[in-house]
């Protein structure tokens, strides 16, 4: 068993990656289809009388576009609570499996980060294709989705001169030598 500079062992690694690699594709399928579904036509204010003939759409005010969230009509506090911890246990896997697979010496190192990072955005595109636009949602959407990478940047930069003072700690005092000059 191999191990590297964390003390994570390659099947300890490899179990991580398998159980993250879970968690990421059942939350962005959560995202996709979240609870309650998503409307499959527009609906109309029914004090309005409003028909689905286009020409009369003018004077009707859409409640809900199809495509969008049941759930976020029903209650939004629901659909802004599912959207945060659903987004934060997406954006925290995908950023252990960057973490997981970037350790030194990785093959594909630019492609897997490029990867990584695209994930991301198409997650923020399919969650945004989803939701009702406004800025609230969207608020809670990339707050969770940057906070994982936001706290692990600074524990990353103390490990990293952490590893670079063990490496550069001198073993005694400097031996010096008589006419060496």
């Known amino acids: 068993m191999a191990t590297d500079p964390l003390n994570i062992t390659s099947d300890a690694r490899n179990t991580l990656l398998v159980v993250t690699a ?5 939350t962005f399928q959560a995202a996709l289809n979240p609870p309650g579904g998503v409307w499959q036509d ?19 005010t859409r409640v809900a576009q199809a495509g969008t969230s049941v759930l976020h009509l029903r209650s939004v506090v629901r659909y802004e609570t599912f959207i945060f911890v659903n987004t934060l246990a ?28 695209c994930m991301n955005f198409a997650y923020a595109a399919s969650v ?16 969770a989705l940057l906070s994982p990478y936001i706290f ?30």
Not at 22 to 26: F, G, K
Not at 128 to 143: M, N, R, Y
């Open 22 to 26: 879970l968690i990421v594709a059942v």
């Open 42 to 60: 527009d609906k109309y204010d029914p004090e309005q009388n409003c028909t689905v003939v286009p020409a009369n759409l003018n004077n009707c």
């Open 90 to 117: 997406f954006s925290a896997t995908t950023s252990t499996i960057l973490f997981l697979l970037l350790g030194s010496g990785t093959p594909f190192r630019t492609e897997t980060i490029i990867s990584i990072y």
């Open 128 to 143: 945004g294709a989803v939701q009702p636009q406004t800025p609230t949602t969207w608020a809670i959407l990339l707050s």
């Open 152 to 181: 692990r940047f600074p524990s990353l930069i103390i490990e990293r001169k952490k590893v670079a003072r063990e490496q550069d700690v001198p073993q005694g005092p400097p031996v010096f030598q008589r006419g060496a000059c």
